[in-house]
């Protein structure tokens, strides 16, 4: 089976540029700017970075594609002389308004080569897309759930419950015994046996990621505009913790990156402006904010 490495990666490239464009006119004071970077060991990327927006306080929308010599960690045909290749696209936005929620996506594709030949030894698609609201609510939840469903039943119905249920698992923080937002879609190690096969995981990955405009574009604007206080703001902060959290302790993109040498300012462009941790805080019965935790445990929402 020949590559299509080259048509995935001009595919991530619009895709960086489309979102990058959709959300600089939503935000309508801040653009991204571009931080073209290049891997010693191979490869390289564009970080584009948008601060102290109207909407957005900092967000990043990455694209990288990186190779070389296969890493023991990921090496799971145990064949040492060859060549690894990834790809892929990664987003974090942190809004200015505690009612504008924390979005991340991520789709990716790897592809391990023999040194000697060039050939594929091995393939697949991840990726995925959630959301972490400090405030959620009935009707943005079901909305996002929904959306993300039609996008995966369009091209297999098996995938939405499958995909959502890693995410419930994937997303959540052991320690603390919650998930980092209200879930969404987490797929890893789609490995193709055949070229229809690999047309439909690369399709797939096109569905998710063109996704994400619509999903946070209808997000932002219907809470950009919710007045907030400084209670707001401090949970806001905290949620923002358990969002640091779970990406420094379980993330595997985190490590993957930090594995392979990656650019720092590239991983770590994924943790909020400003967060907090208030020492064995809970909150008040019958708050706002005690209401929300019902939301960050697993739940069925379409």
């Known amino acids: 089976m020949n590559s299509n490495l080259k048509e995935i990666e001009q595919y991530l490239i619009g ?3 489309d979102i990058c464009d959709g959300l600089s006119s939503v935000d309508g004071k801040s653009t991204f700017k571009s931080d073209k970077w290049e891997r010693s060991e191979g490869g390289g990327g564009d970080t584009r970075v948008i601060k102290d927006g109207a909407i957005y306080e900092k967000g990043g929308v990455n694209f990288s594609h990186v190779f070389g010599a296969i890493p023991d960690f990921i090496n799971e045909t145990k064949k040492s002389d060859g060549i690894f290749h990834a790809t892929g696209v990664s987003i974090v936005i942190h809004p200015q308004n505690p009612f504008v929620p924390i979005i991340h996506m991520n789709v990716r594709y790897f ?11 091995d393939a697949w698609f991840g990726g995925g897309i959630d959301v972490s609201p400090a405030y959620p609510n009935e009707s943005d939840t079901k909305f996002f759930h929904q959306f993300i469903k039609q996008a995966c039943d369009e091209i297999d119905e098996s995938y939405y419950p499958l995909f959502k249920k890693t995410c419930d698992e994937y997303f959540y923080i052991q320690h603390r015994k919650e998930m980092r937002g209200i879930s969404g879609i987490f797929y890893d190690h789609l490995r193709p046996k ?7 995981f690369f399709h797939f990955m096109q569905k998710v990621g063109n996704s994400f405009l619509p999903i946070y574009k209808e997000l932002s604007i219907r809470n950009k505009d919710k007045a907030y206080n400084e209670e707001n703001k401090k949970w806001q902060f905290i949620r923002r913790g358990r969002y640091a959290e779970f990406n420094l302790v379980y993330d595997r993109g985190t490590h993957f ?15 909020p ?12 019965k019958g708050t706002p904010e005690e209401k929300t935790l019902a939301y960050f445990q697993p739940k069925e929402w379409v």
């Open 15 to 17: 895709l960086q540029n």
């Open 111 to 121: 592809e391990l080569r023999d040194k000697t030949d060039n050939e594929i030894i």
């Open 194 to 200: 055949s070229v229809e096969e690999r047309n439909k």
């Open 257 to 271: 990156g930090l594995k392979t040498n990656g650019r720092i300012e590239s991983i770590l462009m994924s943790l």
């Open 273 to 284: 402006p400003m967060a907090e941790w208030v020492y064995d805080y809970h909150p008040e």
